[in-house]
Structure formats: structure tokens, C-alpha cells
């Protein structure tokens, strides 16, 4: 069995970061983590943690590493468990003619805030529980950039042509992304890195 979802990172709009991938359900939120942290280009540098909300108290499922966080540990909790029934709330909303308002929350690295929404889009009752990216759009932000607003920062000061932009170009390579591309999702490359995930 799997299920397909679409994880897109809240607050950027240009380009927008998105991914659309079938994960199994046989995994934990752990694992879930690390799709996600590979299908968007994420380096798992960082801690994090689900909820039904931005500012859920109620179903926070943490980074297994964050033992001073309240939550469960990600490590123990299967996706089934919650998935399946965020998938059945989205369905009965849209047999209701409702736009559904079913989603859960991704947080990754607390310092930069990189806040996702997770749509579940899809149910597939197979024997095939291979994960897979099937689209996306946009590069993922380089880590450590300084979140939403750095980000923003970034893309205008490679945009502006000027010192600024060479300064810009000077950082990313120092810090891995000589290439980098805020418009260019490579759908190939971000297929091999999920296809890793042990």
C-alpha cells in the first residue's frame, strides 16, 4: 500500500518548492522524514517534527534526536496510523462538495523555520511499496540561509547582476550549491536520492 502526498514549502511563491511522491505505509514518520528530506533536497541537517497544525500542542510527532521537545517520537509512530485517516477526512470533504482543509505540518531546522504543508492526494492498494517522486517545481533553498527571508535575500541579490550577486554566487559555492538554480527542480536526481533512503 501507498500513499501519494504533495509537500510544498509554505511561504515561498517564486518560485514555488514543491513535491509530489507515493511513500508506503508501511514506514514511521522517521522515515517519512528522510523521503522528504531527499525528494525536496534537504541536506537532514536539522531537527524537526509533524502536526496537524503551525501550532499544533496536540499531535506533534518530533525528531527522535529532540529529547527536550514535548512529542512522540518519530521513530515509533507509523505513517498508517495517521495517514489513512487524513486520507478518508480529505475524500469525505470533497464527496461533500468542500474544499478539504485535511493537511499535516512538516517543520525542518528550527533556526531557519522551514515550515511545509503535506496534502494527501492520493491511495494506492498494491503490492508496489517503492517510494517515488512523480513532479515538482522549484529548487529546494540551500541550508542555513537564514529561512523564508534569507532565502528571499538570496534570489534577489543573485537577480540584482551587481556585487551583490557575486557575493551571493561566492556563498552558495563555499557552501555546496556552486549550480544552484532557485527555478530548476531535477526530477531524476531528487528520484535517486529517495530511492537511498534505507
Not at 101 to 128: A, K, M, P, V
Request: net charge negative; proline share 5%; charged share 30%.
Amino acid at each position: 500500500m501507498r500513499i501519494k502526498v504533495k509537500i510544498e514549502i509554505i511561504g515561498l511563491t517564486k518560485p514555488l518548492v514543491w513535491r509530489e511522491m507515493w511513500i508506503p505505509m508501511d514506514i514511521t514518520f522517521h522515515k517519512f522524514h528522510m523521503l522528504i528530506q531527499a525528494g525536496m533536497g534537504w541536506k537532514n541537517y536539522h531537527l524537526y517534527q509533524f502536526g496537524e497544525s503551525r501550532t499544533s500542542r496536540y499531535f506533534i510527532i518530533k525528531s527522535p534526536y529532540a529529547e527536550e521537545m514535548a512529542g512522540i517520537n518519530a521513530k515509533k509512530v507509523p505513517v498508517a496510523d495517521f495517514l489513512l485517516d487524513y486520507f478518508n477526512s480529505v475524500n469525505m470533504a470533497r464527496a461533500m462538495d468542500r474544499i478539504p482543509d485535511e493537511r499535516i505540518y512538516y517543520t525542518y531546522d528550527f533556526g531557519d523555520n522551514w515550515e511545509h504543508n503535506i496534502d494527501i492526494l492520493d491511495f494506492e492498494q498494491s503490492d508496489n511499496t517503492n517510494p517515488e517522486i512523480t513532479d515538482g517545481g522549484g529548487a529546494c533553498p540551500p541550508e542555513d540561509c537564514g529561512g523564508i527571508h534569507g532565502y528571499n535575500d538570496l534570489i534577489k541579490n543573485l537577480a540584482s547582476g551587481k556585487r551583490k550577486a557575486q557575493e551571493a554566487l561566492e556563498w552558495l559555492d563555499v557552501c555546496g550549491y556552486k549550480d544552484f538554480d532557485p527555478g530548476v527542480f531535477d526530477m531524476d536526481e531528487a528520484q535517486m536520492r529517495v530511492k537511498k533512503v534505507k
